[in-house]
C-alpha cells in the first residue's frame, strides 16, 4: 500500500484503497487565530455547550496576526481563549510561532497521526510521516465534537529526485524546479511520495520546505519513503524522475509559483524587500542558511526575517545569528507567520518588489500592485545585500 493507504488503513481498521471514501478517527483538531473564531461559533450553533470529544486532542494556534493588529483581531483572539477556557482546549497563544512548527514542537504531532486544521499547508506535517489536511469550518466544528473526518482517500503519485545538489542549491530550489516542471496542477488531489537519494539525507528543516509545497501543487500531502527494492511495490498513479544534481537556484517570478525560471535569467531586477521565514523556510537551518550569507555585509534594501517559533528563536539568538541580522541591516521580528500574507508590518506598496521564503506569490498577497518573487534562504540574502536578484555564488 501506499504510505496514505497504509496511515489510514489503520486507523480505520481495516484496509483501505484509493477512491474509497472512510470516515477517519482524528489525533488532533486544529484551529487558528484565522478561521478559528468561525469554527468555535459554528461549534456553538450545532451543539451548544457540549464537550469536545477529546480536549486533549483540540489545539489553537496564535500565528497569524500577532500581536493583535486591530480590535477586531484582538477580539477573534479572545474568543478562542474563553472557548478553550470553557472546553479544556490548548490554546498556542501569541509568544510561540507558527502552528504546525509549534504543535511538532511540543509532541502533538507523531507518525502515523491524522491531523486536520483550518490552515491550508497543515500537509507540512508529512514531513513527519503523519497525515494531515486544512479543511473549512463545518468539518473543524464536526471534528470537536465526533473526533471524525469524513474523507476521500487519494491517489499517489511518486517523485523520485536523484543527485547530489550543488552548493547553494537547497530544498526551495528543488521544489520550484518541481514545480516548473510539472505545474500548480501537477498532483490535483492526490498524494506525493517523495523518494531517491536526494532526499535521504535531508533533515526536518528540507523536508518541512518540500512538505510545504505540496499545497502548491493542489496535491493533499507530502511524505518521504526510502527507494527500497520490495516485493511488492504500491501502485502509484504516476511516477516521475528527476536529476536535480545539474540545476541552479531557482525563483518563482510574478505571479504563480510555477512561473519558475533559473535565478541566472532574472539577476539585476531590482527588489525592494526581502522577507526570509514563514512555515516553508522559517527553522533554524534556514535562517543560518542566510545568515552564512549575511556575515560581514550590509543590504541595499529592507529585509525582514521571522523565525517560525520561539524555539527556533532562541537557537538562533543563542547560536549567534540575531547578531549577524542587525549587523546587516535586517529587522527581525517575533516568530509567526507575517509575511506570508496581508496584514501585516510591511506590506508592498504598488510597484514594489519582493523576495519572498514563503510558498505563494499570488496578486494582491502582500498588498495591491505589488511583485512576490519565491526563492530560497540563500537566493533571498545575496539579493538583500545586492539590492537586485542575485545568484548566492556572485558575492
Known sequence: MTVIEKILSKKVGREVTDGERVWVPLDLVTMRDFGGPNA??????????????????????????????????????????????V??????????????????????????????????????????????????TTDIVAGMRYGKFWYHVPKTIKIELHGKLRKFVSAKDVILWVLKNLGTDGAIGMAI?????????????????????????????????????????????????????????QIACPHSPDNVKDVKEVAGTLIDQVFIG???NGRY???????????????????????????????????????????????????GCSLCTTGHPGILAPGERMISTSNRN????????????????????ASAIKGEITEPSIL
Not at 99 to 115: A, D, S
Open 362 to 381: 499570488f496578486i494582491g498577497k502582500l498588498g495591491k500592485g505589488g511583485e512576490i518573487w519565491l526563492a530560497s534562504p540563500e537566493t533571498a540574502a
Open 40 to 85: 468555535i461559533l459554528g461549534y456553538k450553533e450545532s451543539f451548544g455547550d457540549a464537550p469536545l470529544f477529546d480536549a486533549k486532542r483540540v489545539a489553537i494556534t496564535f500565528d497569524l496576526h500577532i500581536p493583535p493588529r486591530n480590535e477586531k483581531v484582538a477580539r477573534n483572539q479572545q474568543i478562542c481563549r474563553e472557548f478553550a477556557k
Open 193 to 249: 511520495e517523495f523518494a531517491g537519494e536526494t532526499i535521504e539525507p535531508m533533515g526536518v528543516a528540507e523536508r518541512i520546505t518540500l512538505a510545504s509545497m505540496v499545497t502548491e501543487l493542489s496535491g493533499e500531502i507530502g511524505f518521504f519513503v526510502k527507494s527500497e527494492p520490495s516485493v511488492q511495490s504500491p501502485v502509484y498513479e504516476k511516477t516521475y524522475e528527476f536529476d536535480v544534481s545539474a540545476i541552479s537556484p
Open 285 to 335: 537551518e534556514d535562517l543560518e542558511r542566510a545568515a552564512k550569507i549575511l556575515k560581514g555585509k550590509k543590504v541595499k534594501t529592507r529585509l525582514i526575517i521571522v523565525p517560525a517559533s520561539t524555539k527556533v528563536a532562541q537557537e538562533a539568538l543563542k547560536k549567534g545569528l540575531y547578531e549577524i541580522f542587525f549587523d546587516a541591516g535586517a529587522v527581525v521580528v517575533n516568530p
Open 278 to 280: 514563514s512555515c516553508t
Open 87 to 136: 472546553t479544556g482546549a490548548k490554546v498556542f497563544d501569541i509568544n510561540q510561532g507558527i502552528g504546525q512548527h509549534i504543535l511538532w514542537e511540543h509532541g502533538m504531532v507523531q507518525n502515523g497521526n491524522t491531523i486536520i486544521g483550518t490552515d491550508s499547508h497543515m500537509n507540512l506535517l508529512g514531513a513527519f510521516g503523519a497525515f494531515a489536511t486544512g479543511v473549512g
